[in-house]
């Protein structure tokens, strides 16, 4: 007959642990289970830590859990400030946005990249030129396909 995992004994070992502000790797160590095993069982127990106000700032920054929208300009710029990039290719204006087409008229020769959120009434795709057998047009191919800086600072 197998061996239970939860023993009453386990149980209140792990209550105590908990109450006393172990993490669940340390409170998994002293049982001698798994760490899921523990988070399984607190769960299953409602035995929860209050998040700190600070968690549930961040929470409310971000409204329904949906990303802030960026213009690919913005993208680029930001892009190119996190990987400090000096020889970035200069974009010579705005990604004309005349040609934005859906999922069902995309085809082989037009841009693929994606404008809004997936699932929004607003997502479509660029929908401008591609070049040969290329999936964005040459201005989102600039923000696609980037020499890989990090590497170079990483060597240099």
């Not at 993490?23 to 209050?50: F, H, P, Q, W, Y």
């Not at 859906?102 to 404008?115: A, F, K, Q, T, V």
């Not at 660029?126 to 800086?149: F, T, W």
Request: with cysteine; net charge positive.
């Amino acid at each position: 007959m197998p061996v239970p995992t939860w023993t009453d004994e386990r149980i209140e070992l792990l209550k105590r642990h908990f109450e006393a502000g172990l993490s669940c790797r340390e409170i998994a160590a002293d049982i001698g289970v798994s760490r899921n095993a523990v988070i399984g069982k607190l769960s299953r127990l409602n035995l929860t830590r209050g998040r700190s106000t600070d968690e549930r700032r961040l929470d409310r920054s971000f409204g329904q859990g949906r990303a802030p929208r960026a213009v690919p300009r913005l993208q680029y710029e930001m892009l190119a400030t996190i990987y400090g990039e000096s020889d970035a290719p200069d974009v010579t204006g705005p990604i004309d946005d005349g040609n934005r087409c859906s999922l069902l008229e995309l085809s082989e020769n037009r841009c693929r990249w994606p404008i809004s959120t997936p699932g929004e009434d607003d997502f479509c795709f660029c929908g401008n030129s591609a070049p040969d057998g290329q999936s964005y047009c040459a201005g989102h191919s600039r923000l696609a396909y980037r020499p890989n800086s990090r590497a170079r600072v990483m060597r240099g």
